[in-house]
């Protein structure tokens, strides 16, 4: 085994490019959507060093036009899950035994063909598969998994390094990481490439091994990064991909006794159901198994009467639709005071009538599809009983058509009632709700963002008053755990901003940082005694 304390490149965030007309990287983009299009790909799973097809296939079709067929998965049952579990435990040995170095260089090659060759790849498959414009796309599925690729390193050998300050004389005391007694568990979403690369990627890691379960409608650009791993050198068994219907999985995981921590990024009700099962089956398991999520948002913007309107508007259209509103930090609700109002909604409807819809091979359209049917169903009936209640105006939008893909109009609802259903419930599309409060009830309104919903995963102040903003950042910090100043409530950089939010949003262990990655590993303290005593009387007794 190699000797040397190794320092790793110094990390530095991917810079975004901009698919420009004429750009080289838009041509090298359309032309991998082009070819994406050109065949429908086979998808298998990857249990160990086996490509597993079991022939019940999954057809993964654009959510902008469904009409279109991109790929079939193999989808499994529970002998796979057993499978997987049985493949992780049979490379973890070899695994967390190799050296930390070793396994840094598996994923910064991945970084680096994340970068180069497989670029326009994973962007091409995201937007294809998730319906996510050319920006929406390379600034998740290229640089922020990119991101969370080089500085998780970064973070790993900072942990590593940490070690006791004191070791007397005669004694030396230090710490080593240990990944976990087991295997975890990684659960993962539609909405961004890069949480599903990163959930099972910081995992493995610190030498862990992993059973990575991705969302059915993200499996498309799944396979691409299993593809990109494998390249970069992955073990055999350390990341085991399959598909499986969830509480298929779940019945088999959260009851093994191997089974040692999830990383999780989904629903609310979701993980609070799996909390129980584990809380129920707790005495089944070898260790406490380590219980990572972040879950939902219902996000806010605040203005308060000094912020400037267009400072305002272009953080709520932005904040609100790009994406279609499918990001856990999107803007959901916002607090305007009366006198901006006017300003502000004439704004807002200036840019939402500006916008163009439809797919992403469209590089002019700003918005595209929502993920699924059922997504599209949930937003339509919610738009439909705000149509109809005599206390909400429709501001901006209100259309949807399925007849191509499924297409939501961006939607903007003025509320009476600061308490309304589209206030505190996450929808997960399109619709901004906003409350116009009276510009001299600031501090009511703090008190009304703070209680109105379950989360807290983001929020934002918009003024040009710093007593307001102050005041603001006091009485809701409980209220998001990642808050902005004159800003939009979304864009979280990995090494800026990590992300995260507590109450009903998750555990807030700030994906993109240390934080995230101490919760991979159990520390083992080892005091070693030079001159160690041979007489058990101490001086007292003398």
């Given at each position: 085994?190699?000797?040397?304390?190794?320092?790793?490149?110094?990390?530095?965030?991917?810079?975004?490019?901009?698919?420009?007309?004429?750009?080289?990287?838009?041509?090298?983009?359309?032309?991998?959507?082009?070819?994406?299009?050109?065949?429908?790909?086979?998808?298998?799973?990857?249990?160990?060093?086996?490509?597993?097809?079991?022939?019940?296939?999954?057809?993964?079709?654009?959510?902008?036009?469904?009409?279109?067929?991109?790929?079939?998965?193999?989808?499994?049952?529970?002998?796979?899950?057993?499978?997987?579990?049985?493949?992780?435990?049979?490379?973890?040995?070899?695994?967390?035994?190799?050296?930390?170095?070793?396994?840094?260089?598996?994923?910064?090659?991945?970084?680096?063909?994340?970068?180069?060759?497989?670029r326009a790849t994973i962007n091409a498959a995201t937007m294809l598969g998730q319906s996510k414009n050319a920006y929406q796309a390379e600034i998740d599925a290229a640089c922020e998994f990119i991101d969370f690729l080089r500085?998780?390193?970064?973070?790993?050998?900072?942990?590593?390094?940490?070690?006791?300050?004191?070791?007397?004389?005669?004694?030396?005391?230090?710490?080593?990481?240990?990944?976990?007694?087991?295997?975890?568990?990684?659960?993962?979403?539609?909405?961004?490439?890069?949480?599903?690369?990163?959930?099972?990627?910081?995992?493995?890691?610190?030498?862990?091994?992993?059973?990575?379960?991705?969302?059915?409608?993200?499996?498309?650009?799944?396979?691409?990064?299993?593809?990109?791993?494998?390249?970069?050198?992955?073990?055999?068994?350390?990341?085991?991909?399959?598909?499986?219907?969830?509480?298929?999985?779940?019945?088999?995981?959260?009851?093994?006794?191997?089974?040692?921590?999830?990383?999780?990024?989904?629903?609310?009700?979701?993980?609070?159901?799996?909390?129980?099962?584990?809380?129920?089956?707790?005495?089944?398991?070898?260790?406490?198994?380590?219980?990572?999520?972040?879950?939902?948002?219902?996000?806010?913007?605040?203005?308060?009467?000094?912020?400037?309107?267009?400072?305002?508007?272009?953080?709520?259209?932005?904040?609100?639709?790009?994406?279609?509103?499918?990001?856990?930090?999107?803007?959901?609700?916002?607090?305007?005071?009366?006198?901006?109002?006017?300003?502000?909604?004439?704004?807002?409807?200036?840019?939402?009538?500006?916008?163009?819809?439809?797919?992403?091979?469209?590089?002019?359209?700003?918005?595209?599809?929502?993920?699924?049917?059922?997504?599209?169903?949930?937003?339509?009936?919610?738009?439909?009983?705000?149509?109809?209640?005599?206390?909400?105006?429709?501001?901006?939008?209100?259309?949807?058509?399925?007849?191509?893909?499924?297409?939501?109009?961006?939607?903007?609802?003025?509320?009476?009632?600061?308490?309304?259903?589209?206030?505190?419930?996450?929808?997960?599309?399109?619709?901004?709700?906003?409350?116009?409060?009276?510009?001299?009830?600031?501090?009511?309104?703090?008190?009304?963002?703070?209680?109105?919903?379950?989360?807290a995963l983001t929020g934002s102040i918009i003024s040009q008053d710093r007593y307001a903003i102050a005041k603001a950042t006091q009485q809701l910090r409980n209220a998001a755990g990642n808050f902005y100043i004159n800003d939009?409530?979304?864009?979280?950089?990995?090494?800026?901003?990590?992300?995260?939010?507590?109450?009903?949003?998750?555990?807030?262990?700030?994906?993109?940082?240390?934080?995230?990655?101490?919760?991979?590993?159990?520390?083992?303290?080892?005091?070693?005694?030079?001159?160690?005593?041979?007489?058990?009387?101490?001086?007292?007794?003398?």
């Amino acid at each position: 085994m190699l000797k040397g304390f190794f320092n790793v490149p110094k990390p530095q965030n991917e810079p975004v490019l901009n698919y420009g007309p004429n750009s080289p990287e838009r041509v090298t983009l359309k032309a991998a959507l082009e070819q994406g299009r050109s065949y429908v790909e086979d998808i298998p799973m990857y249990i160990g060093s086996n490509e597993v097809r079991t022939g019940k296939l999954v057809e993964v079709r654009p959510p902008h036009d469904h009409q279109h067929l991109l790929a079939n998965f193999h989808e499994g049952d529970a002998s796979h899950v057993h499978a997987a579990i049985d493949a992780a435990l049979a490379a973890k040995a070899d695994w967390e035994n190799l050296a930390w170095e070793q396994r840094a260089a598996i994923f910064l090659k991945a970084a680096d063909l994340l970068a180069g060759p497989y670029r326009a790849t994973i962007n091409a498959a995201t937007m294809l598969g998730q319906s996510k414009n050319a920006y929406q796309a390379e600034i998740d599925a290229a640089c922020e998994f990119i991101d969370f690729l080089r500085f998780n390193v970064h973070y790993m050998t900072e942990i590593y390094e940490q070690q006791p300050p004191i070791s007397p004389k005669g004694i030396w005391n230090r710490v080593e990481q240990r990944p976990l007694e087991g295997f975890v568990f990684a659960l993962t979403p539609f909405n961004f490439t890069a949480i599903a690369g990163n959930l099972p990627a910081s995992a493995a890691m610190m030498g862990n091994v992993v059973v990575w379960k991705p969302a059915y409608t993200q499996v498309y650009a799944a396979n691409v990064i299993m593809k990109v791993l494998i390249e970069a050198g992955l073990p055999a068994g350390v990341i085991n991909l399959i598909y499986v219907d969830g509480p298929v999985a779940g019945d088999i995981i959260f009851s093994h006794p191997d089974f040692a921590g999830i990383h999780f990024t989904g629903s609310t009700g979701v993980f609070q159901n799996i909390w129980k099962t584990i809380g129920t089956n707790i005495h089944k398991f070898k260790t406490y198994p380590r219980i990572v999520g972040e879950t939902g948002g219902k996000d806010f913007v605040l203005a308060h009467a000094s912020a400037n309107a267009d400072v305002v508007s272009t953080a709520l259209v932005r904040g609100a639709f790009e994406y279609q509103g499918q990001k856990c930090s999107a803007a959901s609700r916002a607090y305007i005071p009366a006198s901006l109002w006017p300003a502000v909604k004439a704004n807002v409807q200036r840019d939402i009538a500006s916008f163009k819809i439809g797919p992403v091979e469209d590089f002019s359209n700003f918005v595209n599809a929502v993920i699924s049917e059922l997504s599209f169903d949930k937003l339509a009936k919610y738009i439909d009983a705000a149509k109809n209640d005599e206390g909400v105006e429709l501001v901006a939008g209100g259309g949807y058509d399925k007849s191509k893909g499924w297409f939501i109009e961006p939607t903007v609802l003025k509320v009476d009632d600061p308490h309304y259903v589209t206030m505190r419930e996450e929808l997960f599309g399109p619709v901004l709700t906003i409350y116009v409060y009276e510009d001299d009830k600031f501090d009511e309104i703090l008190d009304i963002v703070d209680k109105t919903s379950i989360y807290a995963l983001t929020g934002s102040i918009i003024s040009q008053d710093r007593y307001a903003i102050a005041k603001a950042t006091q009485q809701l910090r409980n209220a998001a755990g990642n808050f902005y100043i004159n800003d939009k409530p979304t864009g979280a950089v990995v090494g800026q901003q990590p992300f995260g939010g507590a109450r009903g949003s998750g555990t807030n262990d700030k994906a993109g940082s240390m934080i995230n990655l101490l919760r991979w590993v159990s520390p083992r303290t080892i005091k070693e005694t030079f001159d160690p005593p041979k007489d058990y009387r101490y001086p007292f007794l003398g």
